[in-house]
C-alpha cells in the first residue's frame, strides 16, 4: 500500500456566497429548526402514547381498514395515463442524504403515512409486529421495559422499520444478527395488482421475502413486518479502549475487539454489541458492551452514566476521554445506550450547530437535540444541498472485515475525515443470491470473524467534511465519490443507497445483483408499477421522458449480472 503513503496535494479553492451562508446556518438552526423538531418530536410522541393506549384487536382492525384503502387506491391507477407509483411522503421527509427527484417526475402517490403503529409484542413467539413508519424511538419505547428488544436496534430515534428493511439497517449487534432485515421474519406486502401477501422464507413468496431487501421498495409496498426480539438487561456494561498506531494497526485492533477464530461461535469473549471510533490517523477507541443486570450496575464500585441527559457530553466526545484517561467501563441504562448518537447525530451535530457540545450550550439547550435531519433538508435550499453534495460527505462503506485496513488507507488518503465509525455485520450464505452477497468461496478462506455460513463485514461510516475543505483547498466531492463506489466494486463491497450516489447503471449492477431481484419484478407484476431501484436511487431531476421509458415495462437488464447456466 506504499502507493497511498505520499499525500494528495490539491490548490487553493476560491469562497463563495454560499461558504459564508453555511458558516452561519447555525442561526437558523437555532430559531427556526430546533424549535419546530423539538414540536414535531414532542407531537409525535403524543401519537405514540395515544397508540399504545389503543387494544390490540383496535390497532388491527385499523391496520386493516388503512390495507385495504391502499389496495383500493392502487387498482385506481391508470397504467396509461398515471406515472410510477411512490409513497406520498414529501421529499424532503427522508432521512437519507440522497435527493429524492423522483417524485418531481410525474408519478402516482399512495398515502400511507397512517402505518406508524406497533400492532404486537407478541413475548410468546418473540415477534414484533410493525407497521413501516414505526421508528426506533417509538419501539424501544415499548419494548426495553419488558426486558425485549428488536435484535437489532439502529442507533437514531427518527429511522423507520420501512426504511431499514427496503433501504438500509445496522447496529452494534449486528456482528451476531446481521442487518436489520436479516432480522425480519414475514412481510406483509400489497403488490401491484392489489394483492396482499404474507412473504416468509419458507412460504410459496419465499423469493419475495429475499428480494425485498435494499429493493427501496420497488417490489410493492411494504404493510407491516414481524421482526426478531431478543431478552434484554437493564444495562449495557461497556468497556472504552485506547488504541493506537498507524490506521492497519487500528484496524486490527477493531478487529481483535470482537472476531474470534474462524467458527469460533461459543466463544465468551464475543460481545454483545460492538462499535469502534477512529478520531484520527493514529488514535481510536474500540467498544464493547455486554447485557447487565440492574444489580450488577449497581453494586458498589461500579459506575452508572445516564449518556441520555441532554447536558450530557455527546456521545463520541465521551467515548474520546478514553485516550486521555486510559481503559474504563461504566454501566449505561440500555434504551439510552441504544440511541446514544441520536443527540449529535453522530459527529454531524459539531458541523451544524459549531458551540452545540459547548457545557453551557446543552445545559440552557441541550433538551431542544437533535435537529430533525429532514427539516434540516427542508431548510437548506438547492444551493445549500449541491454544497454540501459537493465539499461534505455521508457515506457507509460496506466491506469485508479482512479489507478493513485497506478500507482506512483509502479513506485517510482520498478524503481525510475523521472520525469514522466501524461497525460489523454478517453477511449470510443464504438460499438464492440477493442483491448483496458475500465473497463466493468465503468459508474456504477460513479468515478471523467468518463462519461457514455468514463472513463478517464492517460499515466504515464516512460521515463529516473533508480535511482539503476546512484546509481551504478544492475538493470535488461527486468525484470522491465515484472513486469511492470504484473502489467498493473493485473489493466486493456495497454502498447503501440511502446517500448520494453517482453510480451509472452499468456500475450499479456490477455492484449489485440483479437475477432475483428483476425476476421478483417480472414475477408480481412490478415493472410498469413501480420504478426500478437504480431509477429511484439515482442522482438528478428525473425527466418525463425517463418515466415514460420505465414505464414502457422493458423485461430486458442489459447491466445486470445475472448468474448463467454452465
Known amino acids: ?41 414532542f407531537l409525535t410522541y403524543l401519537g405514540d402514547v395515544r397508540s399504545e393506549w389503543k387494544s390490540f384487536e383496535q390497532r388491527q382492525k385499523e391496520h ?51 402505518f406508524r403503529n406497533i400492532l404486537v409484542i407478541d413475548k410468546e413467539r418473540m415477534i414484533a409486529k410493525c407497521e413501516p413508519l414505526v421508528n426506533m424511538g417509538q419501539i424501544t419505547r415499548a419494548s426495553v421495559p419488558m426486558n425485549l428488544a428488536l435484535a437489532v436496534v439502529a442507533e437514531l430515534d427518527d429511522l423507520t422499520v420501512g426504511g431499514l428493511i427496503n433501504g438500509y439497517g445496522i447496529e452494534g449487534s449486528s456482528h451476531l444478527y446481521g ?51 431478543i431478552p434484554i438487561k437493564e444495562y449495557m456494561k461497556l468497556t472504552y479502549k485506547p488504541v493506537r498506531g498507524n490506521v492497519r494497526d487500528l484496524a486490527q485492533a477493531y478487529i481483535d ?14 460481545p454483545d454489541f460492538v462499535e469502534t471510533m477512529i478520531y484520527n490517523p493514529h488514535e481510536g477507541v474500540c467498544m464493547t458492551g455486554k447485557y447487565a443486570s440492574k444489580e450488577e450496575a449497581k453494586m458498589k ?31 449505561i441504562p ?37 435537529p430533525k435531519v429532514s427539516l434540516l433538508k427542508a431548510t437548506q435550499g438547492e444551493a445549500i444541498r449541491n454544497y454540501y453534495h459537493e465539499m461534505h460527505v455521508i457515506q457507509d462503506m460496506l466491506v469485508p472485515l479482512y479489507k478493513v485496513p485497506d ?52 460499515d466504515v461510516g464516512v460521515y463529516y467534511t473533508p480535511g482539503p475543505v476546512f484546509r481551504g483547498e478544492e475538493f470535488d466531492g461527486a468525484d470522491a465519490v465515484r472513486r469511492l ?12 443507497q440511502y446517500a448520494v450516489s453517482e453510480l451509472d447503471e452499468k456500475k450499479f449492477w456490477r455492484m449489485f445483483d440483479a437475477g432475483l431481484y428483476e425476476k421478483c419484478r417480472n414475477k408480481y407484476g412490478a415493472v410498469g408499477t413501480f420504478m426500478s431501484v437504480y431509477y429511484k436511487s439515482k442522482k438528478g431531476r428525473k425527466t418525463e421522458k425517463e418515466v415514460q421509458e420505465a414505464e414502457k415495462a422493458q423485461v430486458d437488464t442489459p447491466y445486470a449480472e445475472v448468474d448463467q447456466p454452465e
Not at 445516564?306 to 454501566?331: C, D, I, M, N
Not at 466494486?489 to 454502498?495: A, D, L, S, T, V
Request: include cysteine; glycine fraction near 4%.
Open 1 to 41: 500500500m506504499a502507493d497511498l503513503e505520499a499525500p494528495l496535494v490539491r490548490p487553493k479553492r476560491k469562497k463563495v456566497w454560499v461558504d459564508y451562508f453555511v458558516q452561519f446556518r447555525w442561526i437558523i438552526v437555532i430559531f427556526v429548526v430546533l424549535p419546530i423538531s423539538f414540536t414535531l418530536y
Open 64 to 114: 386493516e381498514e388503512n390495507v385495504k384503502k391502499v389496495q383500493k387506491r392502487l387498482k385506481e391507477r391508470n397504467p396509461s395515463k398515471d406515472g410510477l407509483v411512490c409513497t406520498a411522503r414529501k421529499p424532503w421527509i427522508a432521512v437519507g442524504m440522497r435527493n429524492v427527484d423522483y417524485k418531481r417526475a410525474r408519478h402516482f402517490e399512495v398515502d400511507l403515512s397512517a
Open 179 to 229: 442487518l436489520f432485515s436479516d432480522t425480519v421474519v414475514a412481510y406483509e406486502i400489497v403488490l401491484a395488482d392489489g394483492r396482499v401477501v404474507r412473504a416468509t422464507k419458507d412460504n410459496e413468496y419465499s423469493d419475495l421475502f429475499y428480494a425485498i431487501p435494499w429493493s427501496q421498495g420497488t417490489l410493492g409496498l411494504l404493510m407491516s413486518a414481524e421482526i426478531k426480539l
Open 257 to 270: 475487539s470482537f472476531a474470534p477464530d474462524f467458527d469460533d461461535e461459543n466463544n465468551e469473549k464475543v
Open 301 to 331: 464500585g461500579n459506575k452508572i452514566n445516564s449518556v441520555g441527559w441532554w447536558f450530557k457530553p455527546w456521545f463520541y466526545q465521551h467515548a474520546e476521554t478514553a485516550l486521555r484517561k486510559g481503559e474504563f467501563v461504566e454501566y
Open 334 to 370: 440500555t434504551r439510552e445506550y441504544y440511541h446514544r448518537h441520536t443527540r449529535c447525530l453522530y459527529w454531524e451535530g459539531k458541523l451544524i450547530l459549531p458551540f452545540g457540545d459547548q457545557w453551557w450550550f446543552r445545559f440552557l439547550f441541550g433538551w431542544l437535540m437533535p
Open 407 to 458: 478500507a482506512l488507507e483509502w479513506v485517510d488518503r482520498e478524503m481525510e475525515i475523521y472520525p469514522l465509525w466501524l461497525c460489523p455485520h454478517r453477511l449470510y450464505k443464504l438460499p438464492c443470491k440477493t442483491m448483496i452477497y458475500p465473497e463466493e468461496g468465503f468459508e474456504q478462506e477460513r479468515r478471523q470473524g467468518d463462519t461457514s455460513y455468514a463472513q463478517m463485514y464492517t
Open 485 to 496: 463506489e470504484t473502489w467498493l466494486i473493485e473489493n466486493h463491497g456495497f454502498q447503501p
